[in-house]
Every structure is written in structure tokens, then in C-alpha cells.
């Protein structure tokens, strides 16, 4: 999971900024400042909702990874009916429904070609693969492959085919890691020194990527994520972009922060606008399925507009709940440590796909897709991670994706 700026704003209160600055709509030219199975027992709450402390990480799942719980499609916790079944032919076609896998070696037990073979069983359609460079700190001007955090080139390409070879299109997403960061300092406060020697060392880091993802036949590259003090340089970005579109013909996107998705100017020049999703959906430790899909149906209805507005589908290049009490509040902070909860995991999800479900049925869905944060890890009972490998989660998104 990749680090993530506080907001001073709640999710809504964001959205409403956006809402209202959406209002304006600028010109391009204007710059503004992470076999079907026996369900495991649903976990037992205090009377405040919250669980009691978490049991230690499973370990089983490291043994024997093949052998995480398989939950039907049906699942849901009890007191609630089954999800509803998404509409016929909603999230079909060219509607990109998938899982992101970083970059990292092999877990022992796990190879590439069985991680995929479980996304593509799950109804995916794309796998985003996202790989790191690194540069000092926020003033540096220098990116380069970490030592630590790259994956290198041969072994991305050898997980780029399994994913391919599992019939799976691939979303190569290129990011940027600090090696050294002062409170309140991440990608998204890059100030460099010297912005001339900056944005070539940048344009150096895509290309690299551009012409690795030509030759692998990737569906979609990634020319940036969460990179929002600059954000407005129109002509510098402009010029990068055309550079990575003289060696690589496949799709561009660029990833937006979850609550900053309208400083960026240069939408006009790739093909898909995308953001995170790590929406703040409630601060209540036990917030109910109700509370869940309002807060998400309420975004999803700024979402829809501005992807009218800006004439692209919008696609959540990340949306990911650790398996923990209070997984809604602030999912985008990997590291808080809270109790155990597959269901607080499970329930975040079926609220943004029953706010998609509503949509659906309306006649307009209002997104281009989804991918979930994501399918690297064991997973199973006990893990507080990211993964929906092995929880609850993984039905649901199965029934979304796979319609079953």
C-alpha cells in the first residue's frame, strides 16, 4: 500500500469542493494548487460494534495458501439478505473490473500464475500491475530504480505474461517512492529543486515503462498517480505524454488523489481520467450497510458528472478496505492497526456496489470501472490487510464481477 496525504476534508466535504469548482469548468489551459467452501463463523461484536481483540495473524494461509476459505457468492453477514445480482449487462463489456498487485517477488507458495489464475476466476477482466522508482526526498530532481521497491524488468515481464497467459489485459502503473520523508511530506507534495532536471529524469522513468509495456502488449499505462502539486504544469505534462505516445500505443491514464481530482489539466490528453477511492465513508467503528451505500451513492453521483464533464470514463485506479473495525473511516492510511473484521471489509465493498447497482438500474452506471486494492498477500482469517483473498470480500466482488 502506498502512502497517503491526511485530508483536512471528510469524503463528502471534499466532493463538495468539487462539486462546486466543477461549476466553473475551466479551460485546459487552467492550473489550480492504497471449490465453493464453508463460510468461516461471522464474528462476534461487542454491544459497542467494535470486535473484541484481534486473534493473532493466521498463519495457515502461508503454509498452506491454497487452502484460504471459499466463501459463495450468496455470503453476506447475518441479519442481511444476499446482494443483489448486478443487471444484466451493466458491468459488462468494455467496463474494466479488476484487482492491483504490486509489483513485488513472489510469495513463497503463490506463484504469479496461480495469483492471476485467482483474479481471472473472480471475474477480472484487468490486472494493474504497479511498479516503483525512487527519488530522495521531495526536492530531489533524480528517479531512478530502488534497490528494494523495483521489481526488476525481467521478472516484471515474466508477471506481465502470467497475467496475460490467464486471459488477463494488463494496466502497467508506474509510481514514484520516497526514500526520506518529513511529517506530512509524500509524492503528493513534490517540490524539485531543479524542475528542468526533474521533469526529464520523470520523462526517462515512463519511457522506460512505455517501451517495456509496448513490447509485453500492455492494454493500459499509467502516466502518473497522486502527483498533485504538479498537476498543473499543462505543458510540461503535455510534452511527457506526447513522448510516451511515441513508443507505446495503448491507452493512457493518469491517477488522481481520491480528493483532488480537478487540479489536474491535462485530462484532455489521455484517453481515461482516473482516481483512488479511498473515500472516508464514516468515522462510526460499526457503520451500517445503509450508512455505507448513501455516502457512496452521493459520490458516485459527483463521479458521473465530472466524467460527463471532462467527455472520459472514470476509472477508481484504487479502492481497498483493510480487514479491520472501522475500515471506512480512513481507508487510505495502511497503517493503522485496528481489531480484526472481515465483515467491516465485506460491508464497505457491498455498499459501493449496491450505490453501482442503483446506478445500473437507472440506466447509467456513471464509471468506466474498478480496481480493487488488492490481490497481493495470503489473505484468509485473521490477515488485517488490504487482500480480500480468502474473506467475505472476495464473494462479493465475485458476484459484481463475475455475475454469479
Aim: charged share 20%; proline share 9%; glycine share 10%.
Amino acid at each position: 500500500m502506498r502512502s497517503r496525504r491526511r485530508a483536512a476534508l471528510g469524503w463528502l466535504g471534499a466532493l463538495a469542493l468539487v462539486a462546486l469548482s466543477c461549476q466553473r469548468a475551466p479551460s485546459p489551459e487552467a492550473t489550480s494548487a492504497p471449490a465453493e467452501g464453508e463460510a468461516a463463523s461471522p464474528p462476534q461484536h461487542l454491544d459497542d460494534g467494535t470486535l473484541p481483540a484481534a486473534p493473532p495473524p493466521a498463519r495457515a494461509a502461508e503454509a498452506h495458501p491454497e487452502q484460504v476459505p471459499v466463501y459463495p457468492t450468496s455470503w453476506s453477514p447475518p441479519g442481511l439478505p444476499a446482494a443483489p445480482l448486478p443487471p444484466p449487462g451493466a458491468f459488462d463489456g468494455p467496463w474494466v473490473r479488476g484487482f492491483a498487485v504490486g509489483a513485488h517477488l513472489e510469495l513463497p507458495g503463490l506463484p504469479w500464475e496461480a495469483l492471476f489464475a485467482e483474479i481471472a476466476e473472480h471475474g477480472a477482466t484487468h490486472v494493474s500491475i504497479v511498479v516503483a522508482w525512487s527519488q530522495a526526498n521531495i526536492r530531489a530532481v533524480d528517479i531512478h530504480p530502488d534497490p528494494v521497491e523495483t521489481l526488476p524488468d525481467a521478472e516484471l515481464r515474466r508477471m506481465i505474461q502470467a497475467a496475460r497467459a490467464a486471459k488477463l489485459q494488463v494496466i502497467l502503473f508506474p509510481i514514484l517512492h520516497l526514500e526520506r520523508r518529513r511529517p506530512g511530506e509524500w509524492r503528493g507534495r513534490l517540490a524539485p529543486a531543479l524542475p528542468a532536471l526533474w521533469w526529464a529524469s520523470y520523462r526517462e522513468f515512463l519511457l522506460h515503462y512505455a517501451v517495456l509495456a509496448a513490447e509485453e502488449e500492455v492494454d493500459i499505462l499509467s502516466v502518473g498517480s497522486e502527483l498533485l502539486d504538479l498537476e498543473g504544469e499543462r505543458a510540461r505534462w503535455l510534452e511527457v505524454i506526447a513522448a510516451v505516445r511515441g513508443v507505446f500505443g495503448g491507452r493512457l491514464i493518469y491517477s488522481a488523489n481520491w480528493d483532488h481530482f480537478d487540479g489536474v489539466s491535462f485530462w484532455d490528453a489521455l484517453d481515461l481520467v482516473g482516481m483512488t477511492g479511498y473515500f472516508e465513508l464514516s468515522q462510526r467503528p460499526a457503520p451500517t450497510l445503509d450508512e455505507l451505500r448513501s455516502a457512496w451513492s452521493a459520490g458516485a453521483d459527483v463521479i458521473a458528472g465530472y466524467g460527463r464533464r471532462v467527455g472520459k470514463p472514470v476509472l477508481l485506479t484504487e479502492v481497498g478496505y483493510p480487514s479491520q473495525v472501522g475500515a471506512a473511516a480512513h481507508p487510505w492510511d495502511y497503517t493503522r492497526r485496528r481489531a480484526f473484521s472481515a465483515e467491516a471489509q465485506y460491508l464497505a465493498f457491498r455498499g459501493m456496489y449496491e450505490a453501482y447497482h442503483r446506478r445500473a438500474e437507472a440506466g447509467e452506471v456513471g464509471l468506466g470501472g474498478v480496481l480493487v486494492w488488492s490481490w497481493y498477500g495470503y489473505g484468509g482469517p485473521g490477515d488485517l490487510d488490504y487482500t480480500p483473498r480468502g474473506k467475505p470480500a472476495s464473494a462479493l466482488l465475485r458476484r459484481w464481477f463475475k455475475g454469479e
